[in-house]
């Protein structure tokens, strides 16, 4: 396990009652985290970091109540994405090193490994439903795996950079790829076949969420540009709204319209999308 945050050391009173706090306190690791991932159900937080370490944490608005459940070294290089499996259970970690693990929540136990699931190194992971999920490499191929075949169902590469981030609907049919080639990749999974590709945009695509309960999907750029797709329009843009920001590194979906973007500029900004520009 890292070593934690130094903590306070000053003596306090035995009677003290524990503070509480409007947000957790912060976590800290001895290496750089690439990756976090928040439980569907509980207070628990997954980190991978460039050491290829994977972390479990458990964290309270309870002053000093964060702790460390577990930590996970199997990874041989950066662990670039963490994700957790939609009944909360498991955890799927990828890789540098072109492997995918997936873990038990309760122990950190590692179930399942694909040692050389792709030919480059793995950039994402997303959950689709509980047997089915999808990767993405540095070299645009796409995955989609299911565990009770223990094998991939659909691989294809149509494009041509970094698979960035992924996003698919509700019913788990649609998987959408954002590419730093500035393409958004449709595939239908139920089908297992590629269906299009968008125009290419300005800059890298860096993330996709769905909005307007998927009516519209949102696709971040490395140029501070949200580029906006009506759901049955996703050959070209509806929309662009342009943010004071270097780029759009990751972006959270918070309600229907309001989204959350993190920037390289260390500024997370919050707002509406509207046709007026992003309102917040």
């Not at 409007?22 to 990756?35: L, V, W």
């Not at 693990?101 to 122990?107: D, F, G, N, P, R």
């Not at 299911?146 to 960035?164: F, H, N, P, V």
């Not at 500035?182 to 860096?206: A, C, H, I, M, W």
């Amino acid at each position: 396990p890292r070593p934690r945050c130094p903590q306070d050391s000053s003596e306090e009173p035995a009677a003290r009652e524990p503070r509480l706090r409007d947000t957790p306190e912060d976590i800290c690791f001895e290496a750089t985290a690439n990756a976090i991932a928040l439980h569907p159900e509980r207070p628990l937080l997954a980190a991978g970091d460039v050491d290829g370490d994977v972390y479990l944490y458990s964290y309270s608005c309870t002053e000093g109540e964060n702790r460390q459940l577990w930590s996970s070294g199997h990874h041989l290089k950066s662990c670039r994405d963490v994700a957790f499996s939609k009944d909360g259970q498991k955890l799927f970690t990828v890789s540098k090193d072109k492997s995918i693990h997936i873990l038990t929540v309760e122990e950190g136990r590692l179930e399942t490994r694909f040692p050389k699931a792709h030919g480059s190194a793995l950039n994402c992971v997303l959950p689709i439903d509980h047997h089915v999920f999808a990767t993405g490499d540095d070299g645009g191929a796409v995955k989609v795996w299911d565990l009770r075949r223990g094998d991939a169902i659909l691989e294809a590469r149509q494009q041509e950079e970094y698979i960035s981030a992924m996003a698919v609907d509700g019913n788990g049919k649609i998987l959408l790829t954002a590419s730093g080639d500035g393409t958004l990749g449709v595939y239908n999974v139920k089908r297992r076949r590629f269906e299009l590709l968008s125009e290419p945009q300005n800059g890298d695509l860096t993330s996709v969420v769905l909005l307007k309960r998927g009516r519209k999907v949102a696709c971040g750029s490395s140029e501070g540009t949200i580029y906006l797709f009506n759901w049955d329009g996703f050959g070209a843009a509806s929309d662009r709204f342009a943010l004071r920001a270097e780029s759009i590194d990751c972006m959270v979906p918070i309600t229907d319209s309001i989204v959350c973007v993190g920037s390289l500029d260390g500024v997370i900004r919050s707002g509406a999308l509207e046709r007026r520009g992003v309102v917040g």
